[in-house]
């Protein structure tokens, strides 16, 4: 296992910023920290690279217990072999690219094979001829990708990344992160990355830890998290969705986008649902059977079509629906919606 932490609590003062987190990483394993802001991410982040101490529970870094509060053992973080890169790159403005590589692999004194390893990593990144160009002449992609060959040129066991890309437009996030996934995958290094984007764990990661204030909620591979999502709060983190509360009668709910099955959960108790907005389907044409709606605007996302809508049955309520097609319609048009029967999640409502 690269990173075994077990049963961590963590305070600031009174605040909890952990409750009872325990993780897994193995060999080779990519895993997303996802969740809100607040939710505790850095501070695991923090805790596994030492640059906070352990309060409880134990770590285990390669197999090697690094941190122990009961047995007092805390491993400085220069001494566990892990490489880190933070959101704001954090390169050194005065050093050239390649000094500011060359920090990373101090260690190495076969200066032959120091150079080398700058030169063909930034090779592999289309970034030959930068060399000895300074951070700030460096756009913010190229900057990210020198301080992931820094980070990761003293071959570190694991790589620890917050929010990576957040700093980059949508376009060159897409870019730098699918080069960094193919770098983690040829150097073998597992990483942790911690990033508030679903979207991103999704595509990065081979395992998602979903956390919400504080504590772990589900921990599971990315197509698992999607179709089986532990509540309503992860089932919400994929694209728009619509959420209702309803009371539970003959082990099913009642909502204004149809009845749903709820097999799990007593009579009389109040459930969560969430429809996600692609699960529901906008038709034209009139269908007493289906549920009557009016559009308050339609919206061209590229190949998919979102629609806020108010139903006649709840006109307090904004709906949300995407549809595959291309659709026009303006303002007051009448429409029909449909929603299969198995596409709710359907919850107990968390206790507060
Ligand atoms: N040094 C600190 N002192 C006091 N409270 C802190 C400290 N660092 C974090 N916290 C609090 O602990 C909680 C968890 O913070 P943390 O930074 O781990 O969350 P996060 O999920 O990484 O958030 P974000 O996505 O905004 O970075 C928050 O409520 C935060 O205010």
Not at 42 to 70: C, F, H, M, N
Not at 122 to 148: C, I, K, W, Y
């Amino acid at each position: 296992m690269s990173i075994v932490l077990r049963k961590v609590n963590h305070f600031y003062g009174e605040q909890q910023a952990l409750k009872n987190v325990s993780i897994e990483v193995s060999e080779n394993q990519i895993v997303a920290l996802l969740g809100p802001s607040g939710c505790g991410k850095t501070t695991l982040l923090r805790l596994i690279a030492g640059l906070e101490r352990l309060q409880s529970g134990e770590l285990y870094l390669q197999d090697r217990l690094v941190a122990a509060p009961k047995q007092a053992i805390h491993l400085a973080p220069e001494q566990r072999a892990i490489g880190m890169m933070f959101q704001d790159y954090a390169l050194f403005p005065h050093m050239s690219v390649r000094k500011n590589i060359e920090y990373g692999l101090r260690k190495q004194q076969d200066l032959v094979k120091r150079r080398n390893w700058i030169e063909e990593s930034l090779d592999n990144m289309g970034m030959q001829g930068l060399l000895e160009r300074f951070p700030h002449t460096l756009s913010g992609g190229q900057q990210q990708r020198v301080a992931l060959l820094r980070a990761l040129a003293p071959e570190p066991s694991t790589l620890l990344l917050d929010e990576p890309f957040s700093a980059l437009d949508e376009h060159l996030r897409q870019q730098v992160r699918e080069e960094t996934l193919d770098v983690l995958k040829k150097t073998n290094t597992p990483a942790v990355m911690v990033t508030h984007d679903p979207l991103e764990a999704m595509f990065i990661a081979d395992k998602i830890v979903v956390m919400e204030k504080g504590e772990i909620v589900q921990n599971a591979s990315p197509q698992e998290i999607y179709n089986n999502p532990k509540n309503a709060f992860v089932a919400a983190l994929f694209g728009p969705s619509n959420r209702f509360e309803v009371e539970v009668e003959g082990h099913k709910v009642n909502t204004p986008l149809g009845a749903f099955a709820a097999a799990d959960i007593e009579d009389q108790q109040m459930a969560e649902i969430i429809v996600r907005a692609k699960d529901i389907v906008v038709h034209q044409l009139e269908n007493k059977d289906q549920i009557e709606a009016t559009v308050i605007s339609v919206h061209a996302m590229g190949n998919e079509t979102h629609f806020r809508l108010q139903l006649s049955n709840m006109p307090e309520r904004v709906i949300h629906a995407r549809m595959r097609d291309h659709w026009q319609a303006s303002a007051g048009t009448k429409v029909w919606l449909s929603v299969d029967g198995d596409a709710a999640f359907v919850f107990p409502k968390a206790s507060l």
